[in-house]
């Protein structure tokens, strides 16, 4: 029954651990493919913004050459307009093939020679010509007739507004959208295609002479924005991205293969973190196993050194078997020792490895994942530095030693004189007082100070920083003022609390205890810290210490506002 009741003691604590370790895996697992199904998502937003890039490019384009057609056509037409007028317009040049002058209502004023039958009529009724009349940028394009395309320009008249509608070969558009379009397939498969509302196709890059978009395709991308379909033509799983050129009814549209949009995503890149995790919950595995054995063996032990006292005759029996209890304990404990420590160096462990054997051989995104691995320990590490520091302040009593701060400022410039050197940084100050306190406590205050400083400027920017310091009410008030990105004044006491940070690790580096240790400094010497916005951009960190050392002055500082 002891034996039964030693097992159950040691198999629930094992299962225990064994069910809390695979929920952390599950749950890695789970943050691991999120984290994956967002990089997918952001291939698929970044395809789609290229096509509102170049949706946006055609449209401007558009606008200053319709622009300066109306400027024209108000010059010439804005009176009397006659077929003698037109025909002389389009001799001069630009290929079009026939010009017609509507008024306001659709009604046809003058039409060139070449202008088919019935054109007047039929444009009195469409929908662009009414869209020149009322939109902003004053003009639209119709859809494709034959090999013609037809625009409408509005310019004011002595009449009122006037619509000017030329029907120009399509080609004469092809080449540039095809131009702006170029930038648009990825890899082998990707294609771009400009078409108007009836599916024909305006121009199109990547794609054979008599390529015709898919039926499917043209309606989808009607009324989706982006989404996926199956191609016809060879069966593959293609994304496409779709986007509407201002004042046109024509719609660009951008498909690639599922498989090289997502390239990035793949292959080794997308195994290697699975690899890791797999790796950690073996060892995990394992120890539960040694966990369970070594519960087991200080059961078996307990209960053989209970028997002891029952029964002295069963202690020569028993006197082995401990022996061998003893040994096994030993060597489980040894064992212990170095294996539960294991998978606290496995990710440190592969990713080095990994490093050393893998990078630059597969991709981009894995060399990136690794750096990202290695990062991680090394904000583990410093997070614990961090943390020491911070908890051992306090626990000696405060030294009250005469402390001069400029030799403080010195010491905290040579601590950072890497960084100082690095941004190209310029720090000057005001004549500093002598205080009393713990002079490595202060210098510990000015380091993180200046640190952050230089840390938190913006890119391009020179630092520039300036230490003053005013008597005020008994107190010395001693300021650091830089030109950095500031501080929201919402966010003001957040700073100084424990991991208080207002950006991300990617675009300042840091644990966010700086500030928290600065603050526990300067409050353990009797002072209070804060920050204010600096007078031309900037933060002025300001912290006080009480004035208790005032001899030896060379000047007595001005007082600063609190």
């Keep these: 029954m002891n034996r039964l009741r030693g097992r159950d003691e040691a198999t629930w604590p094992a299962l225990a651990f064994l069910v809390v370790a695979l929920a952390a895996v599950l749950v890695g697992a789970l943050l691991l493919a999120d984290s994956q199904s967002d990089q997918r998502r952001e291939l698929r937003e970044r395809y789609a913004d290229r096509v509102d890039v170049a949706t946006a490019l055609i449209g401007s384009l558009l606008t200053v050459a319709y622009n300066g057609q109306r400027e024209n056509s108000a010059e010439s037409f804005a009176r009397d307009v006659s077929r003698r007028q037109l025909d002389a317009e389009l001799a001069r040049g630009g290929g079009s093939e026939y ?3 509507l008024d306001d209502d659709g009604r046809a004023l003058a039409s060139s020679s070449g202008t088919p039958g019935g054109t007047a009529e039929r444009l009195a ?5 009414r869209q020149a009349l009322t939109s ?13 395309v037809e625009s409408a320009v509005s310019f004011p008249a002595a009449d009122g507004l006037r619509v000017v509608v030329t029907g120009a070969p399509v080609i004469a558009f092809r080449e540039f959208l095809s131009g702006s379009l170029a930038p648009l397939p990825q890899g082998g498969g990707g294609r771009a295609l400009v078409f108007d509302r009836g599916g024909h196709r305006v121009a199109s890059v990547n794609t054979p ?3 015709d978009p898919d039926p499917e395709l043209v309606r989808r991308a009607l009324r989706e924005s982006m989404s996926e379909f199956t191609s016809p033509e060879d069966g593959q799983r293609r994304f496409f991205a779709a986007d509407v050129i201002p004042s046109t009814d024509w719609r660009i549209v951008a498909s690639v293969p599922r498989d090289d949009l997502y390239a990035g995503a793949t292959g080794g890149a997308r195994a290697t973190p699975w690899i890791i995790l797999a790796l950690g919950a073996l060892s995990l595995l394992g120890i539960a196993a040694l966990l369970r054995r070594l519960l087991r063996t ?3 032990l307990a209960t053989a050194n209970a028997g002891l006292e029952e029964s002295r005759m069963r202690l020569e029996e028993r006197a082995a078997e401990l022996e061998r209890s003893n040994a096994d304990l030993e060597q489980f404990a040894y064992a212990a020792s170095h294996d539960l420590s294991e998978p606290l160096r496995t990710v440190a462990g592969f990713s080095q490895l990994l490093a050393q054997r893998y990078r630059g051989q597969l991709d981009d995104d894995a060399d ?13 590490q410093q997070l614990i530095d961090d943390l020491l520091l911070y908890s051992r302040v306090g626990r000696a009593p405060l030294r009250d030693d005469v402390v001069d701060l400029d030799g403080v400022l010195r010491e905290a410039r040579g601590w950072l004189g890497p960084a100082v050197t ?13 205080v009393r306190g713990e002079q490595g406590q202060l210098t510990q ?35 650091v003022a830089d030109n950095g990105i500031g501080v929201d004044p919402a966010q003001a006491d957040t700073i100084f609390k424990m991991f208080g940070r207002l950006h991300p690790t990617a675009a300042y580096p840091g644990t966010g205890i700086g500030l928290a240790l600065v603050k526990r400094i300067v409050e353990r010497h009797g002072g209070r810290i804060w920050v204010e916005a600096g007078k031309n951009g900037g933060s002025v960190f300001v912290f006080t210490l009480p004035d208790r050392v005032r001899s030896g002055r060379r000047r007595t500082p001005a007082e600063v506002p609190a």
Excluded at 125 to 129: C, G, H, K, L, N
Excluded at 136 to 148: C, D, K, P, Q, S
């Design 125 to 129: 009724t469409q929908p662009f010509v």
């Design 445 to 479: 205050v000015m380091q993180n100070l200046l640190a952050n400083a230089i840390k938190f400027t913006a890119p391009g920017v020179t630092p520039v920083i300036h230490v003053a310091a005013a008597a005020v009410d008994g107190e010395w008030r001693i300021a």
């Design 136 to 148: 902003r940028v004053g003009y639209a394009l119709g859809e494709l007739r034959g090999n013609v």
């Design 368 to 380: 990136e994942m690794i750096d990202y691995m290695g990062d991680g320990v090394e904000r583990m």
């Design 209 to 211: 002479p008599e390529f």
């Design 298 to 300: 200080r059961a078996r």
């Design 422 to 434: 690095d941004a190209g940084a310029e720090i000057t100050s005001d004549d500093l007082p002598s």
């Design 99 to 101: 010009m017609l002058v």
